[in-house]
C-alpha cells in the first residue's frame, strides 16, 4: 500500500520566517517518485519538484529547500524567509514505479502574514 | 510557457445531467490524466489514459466516467449522471512520455445541485 501523510494541517507565519513542511511517505516499491506542488488561492496545482528514490541528494532552489532521507522516508519542504506569495496549500505526493496513479497527501495551508 | 488549459472554470449542472470536461493538454505530451479534488480534501487519482487507451484508473472511475481523446488536442472527462456527490474541482494533466512530472490545469470545479 502507499500512503503519504502530511501531519501539520496549518500553519502560519510571519513575513521572513523560515517554514517546513512535513511530509512522510509509505510504499513497498524500491522504485518510487516523490513531489511537491503548490495550490494557490486561485486553485491551480503548480509542481514544485520531484525526486526519485534513488536520488537523496537534498536539492536548493531559492528560497525554497528540500530534504528527502529514506531512512525515515521523509521528504520535508523549507521555505526560507517566507513570502506572502507564498501562502497555498502544499501538496506531498508518491508515485510507485509502473503505476501512473499519483498519491496525494491531505495537504498543508501556510498562511504567511505580513 | 506551454500550460494544460481547461474549460469551463466552473460548471453548475443539475443531478443526473451529463457534463463533459474539457481539457487541453501540453502539446507534446502523451500521458494524460484526470484527478478530482473534493472540497477541502485531497487531491484523488481518477485514471491515466495513454495511446488513446485508459492505462490506469482508480475505484472511483466506475461506469458513471468515460475519458476521450477525441482529436489531436482535446481530452475529455464525461460523467453520465450526475450525483451530489460529483461536485468536486476536477483537475487534468499531462506529462511527457520519459518524465514522471505532471503539469496540472487550472482546474473545472463542478457543482451539482
Known amino acids: 500500500a502507499q500512503k503519504v501523510t502530511q501531519a501539520q494541517t496549518e500553519i502560519s507565519v510571519v513575513e521572513k520566517e523560515d517554514v517546513t513542511l512535513d511530509c512522510v511517505y509509505e510504499?513497498?516499491?524500491?522504485?518510487?517518485?516523490l513531489f511537491w506542488y503548490k495550490q494557490p488561492p486561485s486553485g491551480e496545482l503548480v509542481f514544485l519538484i520531484r525526486?526519485?528514490?534513488?536520488?537523496?541528494q537534498n536539492e536548493i532552489s531559492g528560497r525554497y529547500s528540500w530534504n528527502f532521507q529514506k531512512s525515515t522516508s521523509s521528504f520535508n519542504f523549507t521555505i526560507t524567509a517566507s513570502q506572502v506569495v507564498d501562502s497555498a496549500v502544499y501538496f506531498c505526493?508518491?508515485?510507485?514505479?509502473?503505476?501512473?496513479?499519483?498519491?496525494f497527501g491531505k495537504g498543508m495551508k501556510l498562511t504567511v502574514n505580513p | 510557457e506551454p500550460e494544460v488549459t481547461q474549460t469551463p472554470s466552473h460548471q453548475v449542472t443539475q443531478m443526473g445531467q451529463e457534463v463533459i470536461l474539457r481539457c487541453v493538454p501540453i502539446?507534446?505530451?502523451?500521458?494524460f490524466y484526470w484527478y478530482r479534488q473534493i472540497l477541502g480534501q485531497k487531491v484523488e487519482f481518477l485514471v491515466s489514459?495513454?495511446?488513446?487507451?485508459?492505462?490506469?484508473k482508480s475505484e472511483i472511475f466506475d461506469d458513471q466516467f468515460s475519458v476521450e481523446r477525441p482529436d489531436g488536442s482535446n481530452f475529455t472527462l464525461k460523467i453520465r449522471s450526475t450525483k451530489l456527490e460529483d461536485s468536486a474541482m476536477y483537475f487534468c494533466?499531462?506529462?511527457?512520455?520519459?518524465?514522471?512530472?505532471?503539469?496540472f490545469g487550472q482546474g473545472t470545479r463542478l457543482t451539482v445541485v
Open positions: 502539446s507534446n505530451h502523451l500521458y
Open positions: 489514459f495513454y495511446n488513446n487507451e485508459i492505462s490506469e
Open positions: 494533466a499531462s506529462r511527457l512520455l520519459w518524465n514522471t512530472e505532471a503539469f
Open positions: 510504499t513497498r516499491d524500491t522504485t518510487y517518485y
Open positions: 505526493a508518491l508515485l510507485q514505479g509502473g503505476s501512473e496513479k499519483l498519491v
Open positions: 525526486r526519485n528514490s534513488f536520488d537523496e
